[in-house]
């Protein structure tokens, strides 16, 4: 049992990610799908007249900042355009896969964080209107049913509130709260690059491996939303997954690639 997370990102090859899923998925492997849509979110966004806000939070980490209008967008390009277009690719590759947000059937169920800190002009201030949360539940069995009957999930990070409201979720901590619920041996975080790189944007300074308890000396090389994507490995690794590989998105057979251990292995 493996999860497999790519980013949302420009320059991911969707094509080659869905060659080789497709491939694994016919072989008998269970696997689950979750995805990004930061820039189908963002064109959309700009062609409708409410560009992105990013926002740096007290820790360093760096995120949408998500008003209503803003999370209308989000599942609008990542639950649909984003989401059903990885099931369109998988189904004419006759891997019967199936598309649902983390809101269908309360798949990813958390806590809305209505407010947020963030640091802003050297300043912590404080955003209301805020439509994001953080997982605290995750419906296995939901998911179970569906790979026991040969479906291949692929999960749009959208999280279901206590009170049925929808929220932005991150994507690498979902397939993260998914892959350690479902007792994955792997969970593979793919973007378009080869993995942490200890001189960002350098390839050829790619770290292969980390030791899991070497984290957090080496989140200094994070860049962006490589930060995320740590943090997302560590609380994968806390939870009792075995390993996590950032892989990289671009290439032909970039899931067996990573599987095989091509990237940075945190183990």
Same mark, same amino acid.
């Given at each position: 049992?493996?999860?497999?997370?790519?980013?949302?990102?420009?320059?991911?090859?969707?094509?080659?990610?869905?060659?080789?899923?497709?491939?694994?998925?016919?072989?008998?492997?269970? /696997?689950?799908?979750?995805?990004?849509?930061?820039?189908?979110?963002?064109?959309?966004?700009?062609?409708?007249?409410?560009?992105?806000? &990013?926002?740096?939070?007290?820790?360093?980490?760096?995120?949408?900042?998500?008003?209503? @209008?803003?999370?209308?967008? &989000?599942?609008?390009?990542?639950?649909?355009?984003?989401?059903?277009?990885?099931?369109?690719?998988?189904?004419?590759?006759?891997?019967?896969?199936?598309?649902?947000?983390?809101?269908?059937?309360?798949?990813?169920?958390?806590?809305?964080?209505?407010? $947020?800190?963030?640091?802003?002009?050297? @300043?912590?201030?404080?955003?209301?209107?805020?439509?994001?949360?953080?997982?605290?539940?995750?419906?296995?069995?939901? /998911? @179970?049913?569906?790979?026991?009957?040969?479906?291949?999930?692929?999960?749009?990070?959208?999280?279901?509130?206590?009170?049925?409201?929808?929220?932005?979720?991150?994507?690498?901590?979902?397939?993260?709260?998914?892959?350690?619920?479902?007792?994955?041996?792997?969970?593979?975080?793919?973007?378009?690059?080869?993995?942490?790189?200890?001189? &960002?944007?350098?390839?050829?300074?790619? $770290?292969?491996?980390?030791?899991?308890?070497? $984290?957090?000396?080496?989140?200094? &090389?994070?860049?962006?939303?490589?930060?995320?994507?740590?943090?997302?490995?560590?609380?994968?690794?806390?939870?009792?997954?075995?390993?996590?590989?950032?892989?990289?998105? @671009?290439?032909?057979?970039?899931?067996?690639?990573?599987?095989?251990?091509?990237?940075?292995?945190?183990?």
């Amino acid at each position: 049992m493996n999860v497999i997370k790519v980013g949302g990102s420009a320059g991911n090859n969707y094509d080659a990610l869905c060659d080789d899923l497709a491939a694994l998925h016919a072989r008998g492997e269970r /696997l689950v799908l979750v995805h990004g849509g930061s820039d189908e979110t963002n064109r959309l966004g700009e062609a409708l007249g409410h560009p992105p806000r &990013f926002v740096t939070s007290p820790s360093g980490y760096t995120s949408r900042y998500t008003d209503r @209008r803003t999370l209308e967008l &989000f599942m609008m390009a990542t639950g649909g355009l984003v989401n059903k277009g990885l099931v369109e690719r998988l189904q004419t590759r006759g891997c019967n896969a199936i598309g649902l947000s983390g809101l269908d059937g309360r798949l990813l169920e958390g806590k809305r964080k209505a407010t $947020i800190r963030i640091i802003e002009d050297g @300043r912590q201030k404080l955003l209301r209107d805020d439509w994001t949360g953080t997982i605290e539940r995750v419906n296995t069995a939901l /998911l @179970r049913m569906l790979l026991d009957n040969g479906y291949l999930p692929v999960v749009a990070p959208l999280a279901c509130s206590e009170a049925g409201e929808a929220l932005n979720v991150d994507g690498d901590r979902a397939a993260a709260a998914i892959a350690a619920a479902l007792g994955a041996e792997t969970l593979l975080l793919l973007s378009n690059v080869p993995g942490l790189l200890r001189n &960002f944007p350098d390839e050829n300074s790619l $770290i292969t491996r980390i030791p899991r308890g070497e $984290i957090e000396a080496n989140l200094a &090389f994070a860049e962006g939303r490589m930060r995320k994507k740590i943090l997302g490995a560590q609380e994968a690794l806390e939870q009792g997954v075995r390993q996590v590989v950032l892989g990289d998105a @671009r290439r032909p057979g970039c899931v067996s690639a990573a599987l095989a251990g091509q990237g940075t292995v945190i183990a």
